[in-house]
């Protein structure tokens, strides 16, 4: 059964860092594409970021590049998303997704709340 | 960036009656080279991350019942609800991966009974 399991969200200040993390499982990450989603408490979907199967195509939304930073380790099966200089705005859920260009399989999310 | 305006934002149909969503691009997503649209839909439920109903626009994912489905072409696409059961009560979101940067969801319509 494939698993996509987020960690790594909380309450940060802003101007904060943290970094999210995607535990995959039922099948080897780095056979796909892998991208991570967001969504604003009561707010629609918005697309963050995505990376190849080798990690060497990374893409990112006008909003956060610069900021974010996408990785994945096949050692450990993961997919990563740092978050620097964070902003009120980045406030939301955070999933991931496998696929490029659409979503076959979702975690359940994680969410960062940026607020003084 | 593709902007997709889906129409209504809301709306209640009757259980077993048909439901019908809109989604509109700001340019085609047709792409001639494949004979594909570039779209697809989305259900999420309450506390549920997304789920992928229908992709090129027309086919439908695995597992998802035949009573979804997609229509439309170039700017205008429908996702349709043949006969709605109390599970379809969500909200539901276009996208298009024409523009892949940055690849962009609808503002989503919520479905009630």
């Known amino acids: 059964e494939v698993q996509l399991v987020e960690s790594g969200g909380g309450l940060v200040q802003p101007g904060g860092s943290l970094r999210l993390s995607c535990a995959v499982s039922g099948f080897t990450s780095s056979s796909f594409w892998m991208t991570w989603v967001r969504q604003p408490p009561g707010k629609g979907l918005e697309w963050v970021a995505n990376i190849n199967q080798d990690g060497s195509a990374k893409s990112y939304v006008d909003s956060v590049r610069g900021r974010f930073i996408i990785s994945r380790d096949s050692a450990d099966n993961s997919l990563y998303l740092q978050m620097n200089s964070l902003r009120a705005e980045d406030s939301a859920v955070y999933y991931c997704a496998t696929g490029h260009w659409t979503f076959d399989f979702w975690g359940q999310g994680t969410l960062v709340t940026v607020s003084s | 960036d593709i902007v997709l305006t889906q129409s209504p934002d809301s709306l209640a149909v009757s259980l077993g009656e048909r439901a019908t969503i809109n989604c509109k691009s700001s340019?085609?997503?047709?792409?001639?080279?494949?004979?594909?649209?570039?779209l697809a839909w989305y259900q999420q439920k309450p506390g549920q991350p997304p789920k992928r109903l229908i992709y090129?626009?027309?086919t439908r994912a695995s597992g998802v019942p035949d009573r979804f489905s997609g229509s439309g072409s170039g700017t205008d696409f429908t996702l349709t609800i043949s006969s709605l059961q109390t599970e379809d009560v969500a909200v539901y979101y276009c996208q298009q991966h024409y523009s892949t940067l940055p690849i962009t969801f609808g503002q989503g319509t919520r479905l009630e009974i």
């Open positions: 340019q085609s997503v047709f792409y001639r080279p494949n004979n594909q649209n570039f």
């Open positions: 090129w626009a027309t």
